[in-house]
Nanobody, 122 residues
Framework: QVQLVESGGGLVQAGGSLRLSCAAS????????MGWLRQAPGKEREFVAT????????DYTDSVKGRFTISRDNTKNTVYLQMNSLKPEDTAVYYC???????????????WGQGTQVTVSS
C-alpha cells in the first residue's frame, strides 16, 4: 500500500508559477513510477506528466511541455511538479498517482492522492 498526499495548490495569475508536492508513505517508493494527472470541471481526468522510479525517464502531455517539470526525491519519498507560465486552461484539481510503470492512462495507476486545486486567473 502507498498513501499519497498532495500539497502546493492555490490561486495564481496567468504567467505565474506553482510547485506541487506529493508525499508518499509506505514501502518501496522508488519502485513506483509516479504520475501527475488533472481534472477540470466537467472534463475527464487527463494525464499531465509521469516519471520512472529511478527518475531517469519522464514524459509529458504536449500542452505542458516546456512549462512543467516533474521530478522526484526518493530520499524524501516525494514527487514534485514545477509549473511555470501557467495558463487559465491549467485550472484543475491535480492528483498524484503511483503505479508499477510509467503510464499515460489514468486507469493504469494503482494509488491516488486526494488532489489539490490549482486555479489560474486571467
Amino acid at each position: 500500500q502507498v498513501q499519497l498526499v498532495e500539497s502546493g495548490g492555490g490561486l495564481v495569475q496567468a504567467g505565474g508559477s506553482l510547485r506541487l508536492s506529493c508525499a508518499a508513505s509506505g514501502r518501496s517508493f522508488s519502485s513506483y513510477a509516479m504520475g501527475w494527472l488533472r481534472q477540470a470541471p466537467g472534463k475527464e481526468r487527463e494525464f499531465v506528466a509521469t516519471i520512472s522510479g529511478s527518475g531517469l525517464y519522464s514524459d509529458y502531455t504536449d500542452s505542458v511541455k516546456g512549462r512543467f517539470t516533474i521530478s522526484r526525491d526518493n530520499t524524501k519519498n516525494t514527487v514534485y511538479l514545477q509549473m511555470n507560465s501557467l495558463k487559465p486552461e491549467d485550472t484543475a484539481v491535480y492528483y498524484c498517482a503511483a503505479g508499477p510503470r510509467v503510464y499515460r492512462s489514468a486507469n493504469e495507476y494503482l494509488y491516488w492522492g486526494q488532489g489539490t486545486q490549482v486555479t489560474v486567473s486571467s
